[in-house]
């Protein structure tokens, strides 16, 4: 009877000890105070958890990168290109018989297209907008296209040469061209065609990008407005491959996707997708899956920031909503339930998104049973040499 007195003191004083600690060791918040603490101590909403049901996944199709078709509001050929300031001209003038202006043997000095004919080296068109050609003086040229200057040259030798006739030349144009930077092999001013050239036109003539396709993004600049977008989304979305016009400017940037898996699965880490998009299935099996030890199927939950847009269709009456403002959002999965399985293989993964599986309850309750175990030892250890003594 003593020794199982003194056994029970122990235990007790073990239980005691135990029951005055604030709380066990954990790797994160329970699937219950996920949900009871989105409101805080003044009752206002901290972030939102949403439970993932098919309207929720269908909601979030829409979410995704701005659209350069839509955004940029055309799919159609830029203008007809125009001189502009900063682009080299060359005009070659011929004459229909020999001894005016610009016949031998003032050819033969020149790089001439023939005896009545005359090469007006290389300019480049000044900040006035301007050439110069003997003869015709100073042309306007910035703004028009090479048909309409050769008009004005022509007209503007009449009467001095003989029935003149001009062509016009841009050989290095400038200002009707798209630079391209960042993540390609060689960063150029790449010059657009007469016929019109699309963006991925526009990369292959400035040697490809360097970066694995699926971690490249693009972003396309036009004035004050810019997007971007993936690259695969570009390549497998031929109406998002856009033409471009003139002083567009092309940024090609590296950013590999990644999310972050956390709490009870089988890897905690950040973990890259590898892959132009991932969905919630995917990405727990990226992580691992679940442990069966410790996870609470109940409890899986995907952390993110959403824009107001996307959000006002999934909760239109959210007091978290406000204009142009990121929504923090708790998405919450219920694998206990086997329709489950079918949504997570729905719902998409977003960049820099956080997965967290809570614990099971019952994880908290077997380590209560190990520190028990874990003072039982030594309480037997001392209850035996009591005994002995004795």
């Known amino acids: 009877m003593q020794k199982s007195g003194f056994l029970i003191a122990v235990l007790g004083c073990a239980l005691s000890g135990l029951c005055a600690c604030s709380s066990l060791p954990e790797s994160g918040p329970s699937a219950q105070d996920v949900q009871q603490q989105q409101v805080d101590a003044d009752q206002g909403l901290r972030y939102e958890v949403v439970d993932i049901d098919p309207s929720v996944v269908w909601a979030l199709r829409r979410r995704g990168y701005e659209s350069f078709s839509s955004r940029f509001g055309d799919r159609a050929l830029s203008p007809e290109p125009v001189i502009g300031v900063g682009d080299s001209v060359t005009v070659t003038i011929w004459e229909a018989t020999a001894g005016g202006l610009f016949s031998a043997p003032l050819a033969a000095e020149k790089i001439g297209a023939g005896s009545n004919s005359a090469m007006i080296p290389e300019q ?3 900040r006035d907008g301007g050439i110069t050609v003997p003869y015709a003086g100073r042309i306007h040229v910035a703004g028009r296209t090479p048909r309409a200057v050769q008009q004005i040259v022509q007209k503007a030798l009449e009467g001095k040469a003989i029935e003149p006739q001009a062509l016009v030349s841009v050989t ?3 200002s009707n061209s798209v630079s391209v930077g960042g993540e390609v092999t060689a960063g150029a001013r790449v010059p657009l065609s007469v016929k019109g050239d699309r963006l991925l036109d526009v990369l292959a003539a400035a040697g490809g990008v360097r970066a694995p396709v699926n971690e490249t993004f693009v972003e396309l600049s036009r004035g004050p407005t810019t997007s971007r977008m993936p690259l695969l989304t570009i390549i497998s979305n031929p109406p998002e491959n856009i033409y ?6 092309l940024t090609l940037v590296r950013d590999p996707q990644t999310f972050i898996a956390y709490g009870a699965t ?5 973990i890259p997708f590898e892959a132009d998009g991932i969905t919630l299935a995917q990405a727990l099996a990226k ?9 609470d199927p109940r409890g899986v939950f995907v952390f993110r920031y959403e824009p107001e847009s996307v959000f006002r269709a999934i909760r239109p009456t959210s007091p978290l909503l406000a204009h142009d403002r990121l929504v923090p959002v708790v998405y919450r999965l219920n694998l206990a339930d086997p329709n489950s399985l079918f949504l997570e293989q729905s719902f ?8 967290y599986v ?4 019952s994880t908290e309750l077997q380590k209560v049973f190990a520190i028990i175990s874990g003072g039982i030892g030594p309480i037997g250890t001392a209850a035996s040499v009591a005994t002995y003594v004795k």
């Open 244 to 249: 471009l016009h003139a002083n567009d400017v």
């Open 172 to 174: 290095r144009p400038v």
């Open 266 to 270: 089988g890897r905690n880490a950040e």
């Open 124 to 126: 480049v068109v000044g």
């Open 358 to 361: 809570s614990n099971s309850p």
């Open 348 to 355: 998409h993964i977003a960049n820099r998104d956080l997965i």
């Open 287 to 295: 992580a691992g899956g679940l442990l069966d030890e410790r996870s």
